[in-house]
């Protein structure tokens, strides 16, 4: 960690330690009575208030104390969003041990690998994830218990599964009495593995102080903008990057928080909302997609939702239109990273744009937004030097800031930094006011004679097309060219469009030489742990593919 000098002359102010617990401190005190809701995996949905959820995280604490669990040590979970995992949240980090959220549909020798390099003592997990939990219990070397989130009445009876403990059980046991210990900020709070897609999956160890301050610059007005009027619904789970911090950011604010559990679908969704009157929530674009098809075929509405963020990966424009248009909800486009804690870039305007048209306004918001305080970005070229903010010069993105990662856990993958900065691998322009638009990951840029090409522009074309719901534009090779872009393509139900109409389509908004070389249409598309799709299994499935043109 960088040491910097003292000035002669120091302030004269509190110190005090930017701790989690504070967060939910300050939430008892001042919001006791705010509720949270959540589906659970039971069924029923439960309710209570930030006050009971703080009494319950003392409980835990307890308890986990009394298990020999001390303060840096890894405490596991495998869960949905709900009320029990948000105990862990600050049960254990604000015990001063680390919460490590694992991702459930990891297979279960990755999370072996990930609890193992982890070093997890215990495991909390739902019920839902049982037989994960017996297939990668064997797998587990450091974990010591495995304690189901359920009362004694659902405790599954296994014999697969050593050490099992029943959490209700366990907190009832205890007594909320329970001081918060005070510790350095920049103590271990919790720690997320990134997905991984080549190689091993690597830690991002947060800390309590890069938390708060993440908590604080993304709750600000032009980023997340949560307040105590709103109703929160954090669709992103809470395994992935921490629910993009609403959690904490929430709890800061003291919004009323509303957890869908494992019903992810359009039509437990769209009741959630209703049921609660959701005025912000925030997911990756494959969940709005689920819930605006079962919304259109319902023909449902929503009668207090009002704004989401949407990232994780490019959101459709012809999904932020629809969003916007039919159903009145703005949409936040948010760039960041598991690297990131993640947020990085929110999209919102600057006040001259005011005077835009709104097609104008739209393609502003279409972009990845700029920087929240606190984050500093920009693009180089393959040699390191800095390239222009044109709105046409691609280059890699780099980024810093106090909630970036410094190095990775147990320093996985040796030195990361170039000169100070995190280089996120994202391929990106950024225009004259600092609007950053991702064109690719840098894995996934089709490079053609020489030139790049913007897979997401091509994707983003092809989904603002009616016939389509998903695409996924890679790079194959012919012989003439280097790489050329080959789309994959999911048709909607019922619809039927052939190739050349839709390369037709292309006409007039891209490059010709951007045009697809070819067309394949597809039932679906793989997709990821986090809802992304996966480009580098649609690259192995079209490695031979032979283009029209070759
Ligand atoms: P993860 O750490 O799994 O959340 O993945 C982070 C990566 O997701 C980033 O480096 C980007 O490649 C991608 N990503 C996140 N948000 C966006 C976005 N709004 N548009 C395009 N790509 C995104």
């Given at each position: 960690m960088a040491q910097y000098p003292q000035s002669p002359l120091m302030g004269r102010m509190m110190s005090q330690p930017l701790l989690i617990s504070s967060l939910i401190q300050h939430a008892d005190r001042y919001y006791s009575d705010v509720e949270i809701v959540s589906r659970r995996v039971e069924g029923d949905v439960h309710r209570y208030t930030y006050r009971d959820c703080h009494r319950r995280s003392r409980q835990l604490a307890n308890a986990l104390t009394r298990l020999g669990v001390g303060m840096g040590d890894r405490i596991a979970t495998l869960a949905w969003n709900g009320y029990r995992h948000l105990e862990a949240y600050y049960g254990v980090s604000g015990m001063g041990a680390v919460l490590h959220t694992i991702n459930p549909r990891l297979h279960p020798e990755q999370i072996g690998y990930i609890a193992n390099h982890a070093e997890d003592q215990y495991l909390l997990f739902d019920l839902s994830f049982t037989p994960i939990i017996e297939a990668a219990a064997p797998l587990c070397?450091?974990?010591?218990g495995f304690i189901a989130l359920c009362d004694r009445a659902s405790l599954p009876a296994s014999d697969k599964i050593p050490n099992l403990m029943c959490y209700e059980d366990l907190i009832a046991?205890?007594?909320?009495?329970?001081e918060w210990p005070l510790f350095d900020e920049n103590s271990a709070s919790s720690l997320c593995y990134t997905?991984?897609?080549?190689?091993n999956p690597k830690g991002a160890l947060y800390s309590h102080r890069s938390t708060l301050l993440h908590s604080y610059a993304s709750s600000m007005p032009d980023a997340l903008n949560v307040s105590a009027r709103d109703v929160v619904l954090?669709?992103?789970?809470?395994f992935h990057v921490n629910a993009w911090g609403l959690p904490y950011s929430v709890m800061l604010n003291g919004a009323k928080m509303v957890f869908p559990g494992p019903a992810l679908d359009g039509k437990s969704l769209h009741e959630l909302f209703e049921q609660e009157q959701v005025t912000f929530s925030a997911g990756v674009p494959t969940v709005w997609l689920g819930l605006l098809t079962y919304m259109a075929q319902n023909q449902l509405k929503f009668s207090s939702f009002k704004r989401t963020v949407i990232g994780g990966s490019a959101c459709p424009p012809a999904m932020m239109k629809t969003l916007r248009g039919e159903y009145g909800v703005e949409v936040v486009h948010a760039w960041g990273m598991t690297e990131m804690s993640p947020l990085g870039t929110a999209g919102t305007l600057l006040s001259h744009h005011q005077k835009l048209s709104e097609a104008d306004q739209q393609s502003k918001l279409e972009k990845q937004g700029r920087v929240i305080y606190g984050v500093d970005m920009k693009i180089v070229d393959d040699d390191g030097k800095e390239l222009p903010w044109d709105g046409t010069t691609y280059g890699n993105l780099l980024v810093r800031g106090p909630w970036v990662v410094s190095g990775y856990f147990k320093s996985e993958g040796g030195d990361v930094l170039q000169d100070g900065w995190f280089p996120t691998g994202d391929v990106a322009v950024i225009d004259p006011e600092g609007y950053l638009q991702i064109t690719d990951r840098s894995k996934d840029v089709i490079k053609s004679g020489g030139e790049w090409i913007g897979s997401i522009d091509l994707e983003n074309i092809a989904v603002a097309h009616p016939a389509f719901i998903q695409a996924a534009c890679i790079g194959v090779y012919p012989p003439k060219w280097d790489e050329r872009p080959l789309l994959v393509v999911v048709k909607k139900p019922g619809m039927e469009l052939t190739r050349e109409e839709l390369l037709a389509f292309y006409e007039g908004k891209?490059?010709?030489?951007?045009?697809?070389d070819d067309v394949v249409f597809t039932d679906a598309l793989p997709l990821g742990?986090?809802?992304?799709?996966?480009k580098n299994k649609i690259r192995e499935i079209y490695r031979d593919y032979k283009l029209p043109t070759a």
């Open positions: 070397k450091t974990i010591k046991a205890e007594s909320d009495d329970y997905s991984g897609t080549t190689g954090p669709v992103v789970p809470m891209i490059a010709k030489w951007w045009t697809p742990a986090t809802g992304k799709i996966l």
